[in-house]
């Protein structure tokens, strides 16, 4: 199982490098994860991210990409510049949620 050290905890990740235990989440771990997929977190990141998880804490899932685009107001093409690599692989996985149903 892979892990990945964010200060001086090692934090377990599934094989596609999300998070085993969402409750470890927090901005350092955030930063660290947007380094795996490339992503320099900017402000426009942020309001993403904090949108899935106050949807994850509300609902126990991700929401799908078009309930994302509607309540956040973005295209899907710039959820992907934000995301090079999709709103379920690089945004979830940044956020700190499970790996959404469906996500390849």
């Known amino acids: ?15 596609d490098g ?6 470890q989440w927090d901005e ?3 930063h660290k994860l947007a380094e795996t997929e ?21 609902f126990g899932t ?5 309930k994302m685009l509607k309540d956040t107001g973005l295209s899907n093409a710039e959820i992907y510049e934000l995301f090079p690599s999709g709103p379920g692989k690089g945004a979830c996985k940044i956020a700190g949620l499970m790996k959404p149903t469906g996500c390849v």
């Open 38 to 58: 490339e992503v320099e977190l900017t402000d426009k990141h942020w309001e993403i991210i904090n949108y899935l998880r106050q949807y994850y804490a509300d």
């Open 18 to 23: 999300f998070l085993e235990d969402a409750s």
């Open 28 to 30: 350092e771990v955030a």
């Open 1 to 15: 199982m892979a892990t990945l050290q964010v200060g001086d905890r090692a934090l377990e990740l599934d094989e």
């Open 62 to 66: 991700a929401p799908m990409v078009r």
